[in-house]
T-cell receptor
Framework: EAGVAQSPRYKIIEKRQSVAFWCNPI?????LYWYQQILGQGPKLLIQ????????DSQLPKDRFSAERLKGVDSTLKIQPAKLEDSAVYLC???????????????FGSGTRLTVV | AQSVTQLGSHVSVSEGALVLLRCNYS??????LFWYVQYPNQGLQLLLK??????LVKGINGFEAEFKKSETSFHLTKPSAHMSDAAEYFC????????????????FGQGTILTVHP
């Protein structure tokens, strides 16, 4: 079974520039998550999709972050404009559709390491 | 709001010694509980999980964890550390309702870096 694919692996940008990350979940996984992991901290959920609908975006800084999941498959996360504090690893994860199965954990991608200078 | 506390941001053990990484959660309804491992420049790999049933769960690489409801804890152990165990370990929880349905979102602790000395 192919894993969760993310690109790019690394990105360096200047503050106030824009950047986009891409995620392709495991085939058949209806739920997709974006997490932000700042150095020295645990991952924090930014947004959760169920198919192409948003379930939870309460911790997404909507003034600069946006995310979409067209056709309920792959997803993009965008930051515009970037700030120094956005430097982090952005992790994508996916999980099966049935609600009880959500409790059985899910699969993470390798992440995109963003450095804002 | 749910919170997860991992006691000790750094733990150092000798090869062959017992590994004990501590995790406590805050919710009143026992959540689903997970331990993940993260090697440098890699994503998160699931070590083990507790959902229902036996409170002592075994995972990959010889790790195990015990869910103690009275202590709201889910500590991770391994009887004998190996050099390859050196990594960062995260405890995570997924809240669920009384019927057992998870809300999906994972809340993570701040992580514990495990160092193994020869």
């Amino acid at each position: 079974e192919a894993g969760v694919a993310q690109s790019p692996r690394y990105k360096i940008i200047e503050k106030r520039q824009s950047v986009a990350f891409w995620c392709n979940p495991i085939s058949g996984h209806a739920t997709l998550y974006w997490y932000q992991q700042i150095l020295g901290q645990g991952p924090k959920l930014l947004i959760q999709f169920q198919n192409n609908g948003v379930v939870d975006d309460s911790q997404l800084p909507k003034d600069r972050f946006s995310a979409e999941r067209l056709k309920g498959v792959d997803s993009t996360l965008k930051i515009q404009p970037a700030k120094l504090e956005d430097s982090a690893v952005y992790l994508c994860a996916s999980s099966p559709q049935r609600r009880r199965e959500l409790g059985y954990g899910y699969t993470f991608g390798s992440g995109t390491r963003l450095t804002v200078v | 709001a749910q919170s997860v506390t991992q006691l000790g941001s750094h733990v150092s053990v000798s090869e062959g010694a017992l590994v004990l990484l501590r995790c406590n959660y805050s919710s009143s309804v026992p959540p689903y509980l997970f331990w993940y491992v993260q090697y440098p420049n890699q994503g998160l790999q699931l070590l083990l999980k507790y959902t229902t049933g036996a409170t002592l769960v075994k995972g990959i690489n010889g790790f195990e964890a015990e869910f103690k409801k009275s202590e709201t804890s889910f500590h991770l152990t391994k009887p004998s550390a190996h050099m390859s165990d050196a990594a960062e370990y995260f405890c995570a929880v997924s809240d669920r309702n009384a019927g057992g349905t998870s809300y999906g979102k994972l809340t993570f602790g701040q992580g514990t870096i495990l160092t193994v000395h020869p």
